[in-house]
C-alpha cells in the first residue's frame, strides 16, 4: 500500500493524478496476495492502516491462500494426477511463510482463527470473493464468502469451476482468465457499494 500511496501523493505523478481517481481504490490479490486484500480490508477498518489520500471502495481476494489447522476433505485427500496445486506444496508454503512454532489457525493463515480479529466490528467495503472449482482451497474460499455474508458484509461470489488455484497466472490468455476479468470489470465498473473510509 505504501506504493499506492506515493503515488497518490501531491505533486508524485501528474499523469496520474490526472488520469487516475484514488476516491475508488479497489485492492485486489491472488493466493497470499488475496490474503493481503483481507488484511488492508482488517486494518483499514478500525483505523489502523492510514490510506489518505486513497479511499478503498472495494476488495477483490482472488483464489485466497487460506489454511486452517483441521484440513478440509481437498486438503486431506490426495491430489489429483498433475494438479498445479498440492497439500504438500501448501504445506511447504505455509511452513515458509508462518513464525516458527504456529499452526494454520495463525491470524495470517486463518481468518477465523481462534487468535484472528473479529471481523464483526469491522466495516467492509463490497467483496468480489473469487474461488476456483477444483481448488483444493475451494471449500475454505466458500467458508470465507459465506461468513462474511452471514455477518452481513457486502459480499459477492465468484466460482470458477473446472479451474486450479491461481489458475489465471499460469494461463492469463484462457478462456476462463477471461471470465474472471468480465466478473471483476463488472464488479468494479457498476459503483458497487458505498465508499467505506
Not at 489520500?53 to 489454511?67: E, K, M, Q, S, W
Request: with cysteine; charged share 15%; aromatic share 8%.
Amino acid at each position: 500500500m505504501s506504493g499506492a500511496l506515493g503515488t497518490a501523493a501531491p505533486g508524485a505523478h501528474h499523469w496520474l493524478a490526472e488520469l487516475a481517481d484514488f476516491a475508488k481504490v479497489f485492492v485486489a490479490g491472488e493466493s497470499s496476495g488475496a490474503n493481503m486484500s483481507h488484511h488492508v480490508a482488517v486494518r483499514r477498518g478500525p483505523g489502523q492502516l492510514a490510506l489518505d489520500p486513497l479511499r478503498i471502495t472495494g476488495h477483490v481476494p482472488a483464489t485466497p491462500f487460506f489454511g486452517g489447522a483441521e484440513p478440509t476433505a481437498a486438503e486431506a485427500a490426495a491430489p489429483p494426477p498433475g494438479a498445479p496445486f498440492t497439500p504438500e506444496m501448501s504445506d511447504k508454503l505455509w511452513g515458509l511463510s508462518l513464525p516458527a512454532g504456529a499452526t494454520r489457525d495463525h491470524p495470517a493463515a486463518n481468518p477465523f482463527g481462534p487468535d484472528s480479529p473479529r471481523l464483526e466490528p469491522v466495516a467492509f467495503p463490497p467483496v468480489l470473493v473469487v474461488s476456483a472449482g477444483r481448488d483444493i482451497l475451494h471449500e475454505r474460499v466458500l467458508r470465507y464468502a459465506a461468513a462474511l455474508g452471514e455477518m452481513g458484509k457486502p459480499v459477492e461470489l465468484a466460482v470458477l469451476e473446472g479451474q486450479e488455484h491461481a489458475f489465471f497466472s499460469r494461463q492469463p490468455w484462457n478462456e476462463a482468465a477471461n471470465e474472471l476479468i468480465r466478473v471483476v470489470k463488472h464488479f468494479v465498473h457498476r459503483g458497487n457499494g458505498a465508499q467505506c473510509n
